[in-house]
C-alpha cells in the first residue's frame, strides 16, 4: 500500500488504528497490577488516544523478577553474538515494515508532524538498532601486556537488569538508543517510557518479541515518573539506570541509585545549547535558515535545541532579520498534514510552561521581534508560535533556563573571546554550533567549547558513529557510537598463570 501523502489519507489511517495501552511484562500484554490506568490524551486536538496502564511499584517488582530471571537463564545473554545479531536485525527490519503505524503513534501522542514522524523519527529509531546490531559481533576484548608465562585477559560483560527511562520529545528514537546497545550486550531490559507519550514504545514490545527478543528479555511499564520510574530507580535488583530528560530529575535519580545498590547510572540531561554566528560565516540565508530550524524543529522540545543565538554585532540586525524570514517555513500547522513542519506542544503543562517563558523574556526587557502568541486554539490542541527576542542578555532567564518550546534568545558579541566566554556561562554543556569562514578561528572556538557535540558551520549533525552526550549538568554518559557500549557492560580482567 502507498505511503498516505496527504491529510485526509492519513486521518483515515488514524480513524482506524488501533492502540494498545498495557504494559508488556514477561513476554505477554497485561494490565496494571492495580488496574489503574491513566488517559493519553492527544495534543493535536485534546481526543483520548487511549487508557494507559498506570504501572506502580508491584509491577516495577514484576519486571525485575521477569528480567533477572531471563538474565540468570541466559535465554539472550548466552546466545551466540551474530544469533543476537539477527534477532535485533529483524527487529529494525519489523520497525521499517510498520512505519506508518508508528510514526502515526509518535505524531497523534506527541504532536510532531507526521512528515518528521515518517522520514526522521522511524528511521532513525531502525538505524540505532540495525548499526548496533551490526557491531555485536566486532567488538573484542583485550590481552593485557603479560610476562611470558602469564596470560591477562580483559573482558566485557552485562552489567544485568537495565532500566531505562525515556523522554516523551522524541520516544522511539530516545528508545532505541538505550534498548539497542543494552540488548546488544547481553542485558535484560525495563523500558520506561514517559507518560505524555508510551504509545510507540508499548506497540514496540511486540514487535521485539516478533523478532525473536525472549520473554523476559524486553519489557515495556508504562506510568508516571514519581510511581514507577521512581520504584525502578530504587530498586535493589537493577542493576543499571539510564535516563534521558531534565537535569532535575536527573539529580534525583543519583540520589535514588546511591540510597538503593549504587546501580550505574547513566543520564543525559537538559542543554541551552549556544548558536555561534560571526560576520564571516560563510553562508548567512544558509546559517539563518538552520538558526531557525534549530530552534523551531520539533516545536522546540529538543535538548540540544539551539536556542541561544550569538551574533556578530556587526551582522546582528542583518540576521535576525534572516532568520524571521526562515521562520516563515515554520509556521504551526496540523501535524498530519505532510506539509506541517511545526506541529503540537506535546500537552498543556507544556504549552503553559512556554506562554509563561514568553511573558518572562518581556518581562526582563527582552525584544519581542517574532511570533509569542499561542495559536490554532479551536483545533482544541496546543500550539504556538516560534519566538524570537533579541537585545537578550545571558543573565536573563530565558537565556540561562531551559524552556524545551521554540523560544529563541538572541545575544550579540564582539569577539571570539566574548562569544566562548558567554557560550560557556551555562549549567549545561550539551551542545555547540560555530558558523565562520576563518578554519583557525572555527577550531579554536569549538576546542574551546564546554559541549559534548560541537557542529561548524551547519546544527545537529552527526549519525550512529558519533558519541552522544554532555558536560557538566547535561548529564553523564555517552548514547550512539560504540562508546555506547560501556554504559551496558562491566570489564572483567581474569589472569592466568601459566605452570
Known amino acids: 500500500m502507498p505511503i498516505p501523502d496527504t491529510?485526509?489519507?492519513?486521518?483515515?489511517?488514524?480513524?482506524?488504528?488501533?492502540?494498545?495501552?498495557?504494559?508488556?511484562?514477561?513476554?505477554?500484554?497485561?494490565?496494571?497490577?492495580s488496574g489503574k490506568t491513566f488517559t493519553c490524551i492527544s495534543p493535536i486536538d485534546?481526543?483520548?488516544?487511549?487508557?494507559?496502564?498506570?504501572?506502580?511499584?508491584?509491577?516495577?517488582?514484576?519486571?525485575v523478577v521477569a528480567a533477572r530471571q531471563s538474565f540468570e537463564r541466559g535465554t539472550w545473554r548466552h546466545l551466540a553474538p551474530a544469533?543476537?545479531?539477527?534477532?535485533?536485525?529483524?527487529?529494525?527490519?519489523?520497525?521499517?515494515?510498520?512505519q506508518e503505524e508508528l510514526a502515526l503513534l509518535e505524531c497523534l501522542d506527541m504532536g510532531k508532524p507526521i512528515s518528521h514522524a515518517l522520514t526522521g523519527d522511524v528511521p532513525a529509531c531502525a538505524r540505532a538498532i540495525s548499526w548496533t546490531a551490526e557491531a555485536i559481533d566486532k567488538v573484542y576484548g583485550e590481552l593485557a601486556a603479560t610476562p611470558h608465562d602469564q596470560i591477562g585477559m580483559v573482558s566485557r560483560e552485562p552489567v544485568g537488569v537495565v532500566a531505562a527511562i525515556v523522554p516523551w520529545n522524541f520516544p522511539l528514537?530516545?528508545?532505541a538508543w538505550k534498548v539497542a546497545p543494552a540488548l546488544a550486550t547481553g542485558n535484560s531490559v525495563i523500558l520506561k517510557p514517559s507518560e505524555k507519550s508510551p504509545l510507540s514504545a508499548i506497540r514496540l514490545a511486540a514487535l521485539a518479541q516478533e523478532a525473536g527478543i525472549p520473554d523476559g528479555v524486553f519489557n515495556v511499564l508504562p506510568g508516571y515518573g514519581h510511581t514507577v520510574g521512581r520504584a525502578l530507580a530504587l530498586h535493589m535488583d537493577v542493576d543499571c539506570l539510564v535516563f534521558t530528560g531534565s537535569t532535575a530529575v536527573a539529580?534525583?535519580?543519583m540520589i535514588y541509585a546511591g540510597q538503593s545498590n549504587m546501580k550505574r547510572v547513566w543520564l543525559e540531561a537538559g542543554g541551552k545549547s549556544p548558536n555561534i554566528v560571526f560576520a564571516d560565516a560563510p553562508d548567512l540565508p544558509k546559517a539563518a535558515a538552520e538558526a531557525a530550524s534549530a530552534f523551531a524543529y520539533n516545536q522546540g522540545e529538543v535538548c540540544t535545541a539551539g536556542t541561544r543565538l550569538l551574533v556578530e554585532e556587526?551582522?546582528?540586525?542583518e540576521f535576525v532579520g534572516l532568520v524571521r524570514e526562515a521562520l516563515q517555513q515554520w509556521k504551526p500547522g496540523h501535524p498530519l498534514d505532510p506539509s506541517t513542519t511545526c506541529g503540537a506542544i506535546v500537552d498543556q503543562q507544556q504549552l503553559d510552561r512556554i506562554i509563561e517563558y514568553i511573558g518572562v523574556g518581556r518581562d526582563e526587557g527582552a525584544e519581542l521581534v517574532e511570533g509569542g502568541q499561542q495559536v490554532m486554539q479551536d483545533s482544541g490542541g496546543f500550539f504556538v508560535q516560534p519566538t524570537v527576542f533579541d537585545k537578550v542578555n545571558n543573565g536573563m532567564r530565558i537565556a540561562s533556563e531551559e524552556i524545551f518550546g521554540p523560544v529563541l534568545a538572541v545575544i550579540g558579541f564582539r569577539t571570539p573571546e566574548e562569544a566562548i566566554a558567554i557560550a560557556n556561562d551555562s549549567v549545561y554543556g550539551l551542545a555547540a554550533a560555530v558558523w565562520t569562514s576563518n578554519i583557525n578561528v572555527a577550531h579554536k572556538t569549538a576546542k574551546a567549547l564546554r559541549a559534548g557535540s560541537v557542529w561548524i558551520n551547519h546544527y545537529g549533525g552527526g549519525d550512529m558513529t558519533a558519541p552522544f552526550g554532555g558536560f557538566k549538568q547535561s548529564g553523564n554518559g555517552r548514547d550512539k557510537s560504540l562508546h555506547a557500549f560501556d554504559k551496558y557492560t562491566e570489564l572483567k580482567a581474569t589472569w592466568l598463570m601459566l605452570e
Open 83 to 98: 544469533r543476537r545479531k539477527a534477532v535485533l536485525m529483524a527487529f529494525a527490519d519489523l520497525i521499517r515494515q510498520h
Open 251 to 253: 539529580k534525583q535519580l
Open 173 to 175: 528514537i530516545m528508545a
Open 46 to 63: 485534546g481526543r483520548t488516544l487511549a487508557e494507559v496502564a498506570s504501572c506502580d511499584a508491584k509491577d516495577a517488582d514484576i519486571a
Open 314 to 317: 556587526s551582522i546582528r540586525a
Open 7 to 33: 491529510r485526509e489519507q492519513w486521518q483515515h489511517l488514524a480513524d482506524s488504528l488501533k492502540i494498545n495501552g498495557q504494559a508488556f511484562i514477561n513476554g505477554q500484554y497485561q494490565s496494571a497490577s
